[in-house]
């Protein structure tokens, strides 16, 4: 078989893999963040907002609008969403084809990076089927909101592999080659903010694998980065004018030193999962460590430095898995609450891009095994089976995780099964029960979740949202029951928390008004528009309350500002008609 027919060859096993091992995923609905962000979003529901999504923060659309100062960047993944909306509306089908998609685009990419750092075509294909495969990724792949780690990945690898031909094929730094690449880290910034630092993979590279290049050319070699670093001083500065701050606010109740005592736990916990990954499930709390003459710092730290030692001595002759090494370190800083404070320890999505220099240490060290025993045809052949028994049963593995995804319910009883004690949990299960008019049951989960709430809590922007979500929630709960003048307790509690809580206000109002307190009523749904100005419902709350009082004006511009939000929304198109008919007469 030639190359190009092997290459071939591969890339047809990785996709038949890939939708074999995620294809049971492609009938789960809509679950946890994929709701404010898809389903109940307006702004992905047309290509007229394509211009705002690149002027504010993600989650400024949606059901969760302008809640908290915590600023995510990614105008790419909201596109993606509205493209997304255009092909399949809301079948969540359509959106998890998308992202099984683009993860198998990776395994691809993985593939040819692999042989272009290692020119072997075995680590590629050991790698990327790692990669593929591995059960950790569902967090990533099988969660449609999770699908900022697969583009960005996808982007940034797509960016590198051009940065590499380019470095081949030209000396001078301004080939069309470099300049897509430059363009492609653009996007990939633009996907995640992240990729900030995955910069740091271009110059470990010329650094790594060009030291001749350096020895003769000097620090010329590096000039091929200038249109990087200038996309990336320009991302910088753009995205501080949108969003206002550099680092986002009020994430981590922890200081810096209970961070760096807690990371070692962490990075072993990940390297736990990987290599047994067994009831993975999101919201994993971690209790940080408080001393360094806690076991759980120095049992951590002594495999850690263990295993650095042993990377180090791998290394020593191998630029390849040297480099991955540092794809590995760079990729995974983001996220290691040191660099940016994070709002939890441990997420499995996070180690998505850093699994890519994993997969390949693995690859390279199986392969240089392989080669040792090459002359020992039984051993070869038994470090085969148990390769491709890894991967079996790592697929199979995958194929079980999707399924806890498979709806809300399916979803949060599963994390429950784990987590116990986690308010976000017990405050998401409670808001399914409030769907189902289940309200009894929606109060006792909303209170189980006030009282697991940390003390630390209000100490954080996050944790102030996570208390007026719960409070609003005990509101809605006794709305549902009639108890209105207990529900305007709770409503009035979560604005107290959270003073930028749009929903709060507009439900606080229509309690108000049906207590026949108007003037109240109108402030409240005020508010609401003053916080989150692309929510309709506080505008058609005033255009109905208004109508009814006989100000036709006033009602006919609410009105209109719904339409002009919900185009075709049917009791704004009734009401404005009436309304044109009774200012003629």
Request: charged letters at 20%; aromatic letters at 16%; proline letters at 4%.
């Amino acid at each position: 078989m030639d190359y190009k027919t092997a290459n071939i060859a591969v890339i047809v096993c990785l996709i038949v893999a890939g939708f074999v091992i995620y294809g049971n995923s492609v009938g789960n609905s809509f679950v946890y963040d994929d709701n404010p962000l898809i389903a109940d979003n307006p702004f992905i529901k047309t290509f007229d907002n394509i211009g705002k999504l690149f002027l504010v923060d993600l989650h400024f659309f949606g059901s969760a609008k302008n809640l908290t100062k915590i600023k995510y960047y990614r105008p790419v993944v909201a596109l993606s969403f509205v493209v997304d909306y255009f092909l399949w509306g809301l079948e969540a089908f359509g959106y998890h084809l998308t992202n099984i998609s683009i993860h198998i685009c990776n395994a691809v990419l993985i593939f040819f990076l692999a042989c272009v750092l290692s020119g072997d075509r075995r680590i590629g294909v050991i790698a990327s089927f790692l990669f593929l495969v591995h059960p950790i990724n569902t967090e990533a792949v099988t969660y449609i909101s999770g699908r900022g780690d697969p583009l960005s990945l996808f982007f940034g690898l797509s960016s590198f592999l051009l940065f590499l031909r380019h470095l081949k094929e030209y000396k001078n730094t301004f080939s069309t080659l470099n300049l897509s690449s430059a363009f492609l880290f653009m996007i990939a910034l633009l996907t995640r903010e992240s990729n900030a630092l995955f910069f740091l993979v271009f110059p470990s590279y010329v650094y790594i694998y060009s030291k001749e290049r350096i020895t003769k050319e000097g620090f010329k070699v590096f000039y091929a980065l200038l249109p990087h670093i200038t996309v990336l001083a320009i991302f910088i500065l753009f995205r501080y004018a949108v969003l206002g701050v550099l680092i986002s606010e009020g994430l981590a109740p922890d200081p810096l030193a209970v961070r760096l005592m807690t990371l070692p736990r962490v990075i072993v916990l990940y390297m736990g999962m990987l290599l047994f990954p067994h009831n993975l499930h999101m919201n994993r709390t971690l209790a940080p460590v408080q001393t360094l003459f806690s076991p759980l710092f120095l049992i951590p730290f002594t495999i850690l430095l263990f295993i650095s030692v042993l990377i180090v001595r791998m290394s020593k002759n191998d630029a390849l898995i040297r480099f991955s090494a540092v794809w590995v370190a760079v990729n995974f800083l983001p996220f290691s609450s040191v660099v940016f404070p994070l709002s939890t320890y441990v997420a499995e999505h996070w180690i998505y891009i850093p699994l890519v220099g994993i997969s390949i240490i693995a690859a390279g060290s199986m392969t240089r095994f392989f080669d040792g025993i090459r002359d020992y045809k039984p051993v070869k052949y038994l470090a085969t089976i148990i390769l491709a028994a890894v991967i079996v049963s790592y697929s199979i593995a995958t194929v079980r995780q999707n399924r806890n995804w498979k709806d809300a319910e399916t979803f949060y009883t599963w994390i429950d099964r784990f987590e116990k004690t986690d308010y976000r949990v017990s405050s998401n299960l409670g808001a399914l029960r409030l769907q189902e008019k289940r309200y009894d049951e929606a109060l006792d989960l909303y209170k189980k979740a006030l009282s697991n709430i940390p003390e630390s809590g209000l100490s954080t922007d996050l944790g102030r949202q996570h208390f007026s979500l719960i409070y609003k929630g005990l509101g809605d709960a006794y709305v549902g029951k009639g108890d209105r003048d207990t529900a305007i307790t709770y409503y009035e509690k979560a604005v107290e928390i959270n003073p930028r809580f749009g929903d709060a206000y507009n439900d606080l109002g229509n309690c108000y008004l049906r207590q026949g307190r108007e003037k109240q009523a109108i402030e409240a749904y005020e508010m609401c528009i003053k916080f989150s100005p692309y929510n309709w419902t506080p505008y058609a709350n005033l255009g109905s309350y208004y109508m009814n009082k006989g100000e036709l004006k006033k009602s006919k511009y609410y009105w209109g500002k719904v339409l002009e939000m919900s185009p075709g929304f049917e009791p704004a198109i009734k009401s404005l008609g009436v309304i044109r008919k009774r200012l003629i007469e």
